[in-house]
């Protein structure tokens, strides 16, 4: 019986030095490129001179000490129609920026970054967008009941098609909630939407409760750009077990020296209306 006891300490012991051992998996390398964050955003109500534009260098995914900011590169934006063109300022950290840009709504612009012997280009056009016709909170319209969320609704123009980008976030959280909206089944009436947080401590996402802050923002896009988001934004989604694997997304930025040397990132122009929401 001693004899028994000593196997099976013996075997437990065996089991649980096995749990100690160390697998090292290979994560792949990619090439780095250039990543252009040319996000122009005209604020109702606002001159929208001032714009920024960010380039950064792709890393490796586990890669958190290399800095990824570019200088030295020469940027500029030009409208297609006039041929004025604005230049952006290396401020040295990766921003570059400008405070004499010239918005003009449905006018095609054309981006262009010189860097490392190579031009980068992308021309796209700068969407209106209407304005927000109502924020409210509510309980009825989300997955349950007992549940705040927050709606939006909006007047779609008639007789066109319109792409919308909707961007919430709590005050106080990391991440922005992106929803991409076409107008194809509510071409000219009254589109609304809700958004609703559901508690899960795994995340540290609490449900939305009095006092609590959102602020909206309504964009115009384009139909390429939609294109564009509504792939980034599924990738980004949880699917589950049987979801596609991310890959990497090209945006509309051509390297014209180098094709093959593409970079990632988008130039986007929109108008854009923000709101703020208080729960009640």
């Known amino acids: 019986m001693n004899l028994l006891r000593i196997l099976i300490a013996i075997l437990i012991a065996v089991l649980l030095s096995s749990c100690t051992d160390v ?36 890393t490796d995914y586990y890669d958190t000490s290399t800095n990824t900011s570019v200088t030295g590169a020469s940027v500029k934006v030009a409208n297609d129609n006039s041929g004025v063109e604005f230049l952006f300022t290396d401020q040295n950290n990766g921003n570059y920026t400008t405070s004499s840009f010239v918005p003009v709504v449905n006018q095609s612009y ?16 700068l969407m209106p967008v209407v304005d927000i016709s109502e924020l409210s909170q509510s309980t009825e319209e989300g997955f349950s009941d007992d549940v705040l969320e927050v709606n939006i609704a909006f007047e779609d123009p008639v007789e066109e098609e319109n792409y919308y980008l909707i961007k919430l ?82 945006g509309n930025c051509i390297n014209v020296t180098t094709p093959n040397n593409y970079a990632y990132g988008y130039f986007r122009l929109t108008q854009v209306v923000k709101e703020t929401y208080t729960f009640e």
């Open 23 to 58: 697998v090292d998996i290979e994560v792949q390398s990619s090439q780095s490129r250039l990543t252009i964050e040319a996000s122009l955003d005209w604020e109702k109500g606002t001159l929208g001179n001032e714009q920024t534009i960010k380039l950064s260098s792709s």
């Open 110 to 125: 054309t981006l262009t970054v010189d860097y490392n012997g190579e031009t980068f280009t992308a021309t796209e056009t």
């Open 169 to 250: 976030k709590e005050r106080g959280d990391l991440l922005v909630e992106l929803f991409d909206v076409d107008d194809e089944f509510t071409n000219g009436n009254e589109i609304k939407l809700f958004y609703e947080k559901e508690e899960d401590t795994d995340t540290n996402t609490m449900e939305f409760e009095q006092g609590d802050i959102v602020d909206v923002e309504l964009l115009g896009i384009s139909e390429v750009y939609y294109d564009f988001i509504g792939i980034l934004i599924a990738q980004n989604e949880d699917s589950g077990p049987f979801g596609t694997t991310p890959v990497a997304l090209k």
